[in-house]
């Protein structure tokens, strides 16, 4: 099992910042993805962001590339979303998940989370 814990959402004006935190457990896995997905009200979720452990894949929806900066502080257990030009678009709950494979994060996107966090709401409005 791992333990996701998201936090950092909020109320931000169109063109500003946010990070978002996922803290999570240890995990002792050599095969995985972690990454963040977002869902806005009546629409599909999205795969935004996810970093495989192996070949170093991270890979960015188009809509948030070069806007949006994923990282991890693997000494902390703290995954990072930068995110910055914030549009009303981008406005969802944003969930933290880990893939119990790393395929699961590649080019084509973040696939699938085997286990996942609460979510933190980002609202984009004016």
């Known amino acids: 099992q791992v333990q996701l814990e998201e936090s950092g959402g909020g109320l931000v004006q169109p063109g500003g910042s946010l990070t978002l935190s996922c803290a999570h457990s240890?995990?002792?896995?050599?095969?995985?993805?972690i990454g963040w997905f977002r869902q806005a009200p009546g629409k599909e979720r999205e795969g935004v962001s996810c970093?495989?452990?192996?070949?170093?894949?991270?890979y960015y929806a188009e809509s948030v590339k070069g806007r949006f900066t994923i990282s991890r502080d693997n000494a902390k257990n703290i995954m990072y979303l930068e995110m910055h030009n914030l549009k009303p678009e981008d406005a969802a709950v944003y969930y933290c998940a880990v893939g119990l494979r790393a395929y699961y994060c590649s080019g084509y996107g973040f696939l699938e989370g085997d286990y996942w966090g609460r979510g933190t709401q980002v609202t984009v409005s004016s």
């Open positions: 970093i495989a452990s192996n070949f170093g894949v991270t």
């Open positions: 240890d995990f002792a896995l050599d095969d995985y993805s």
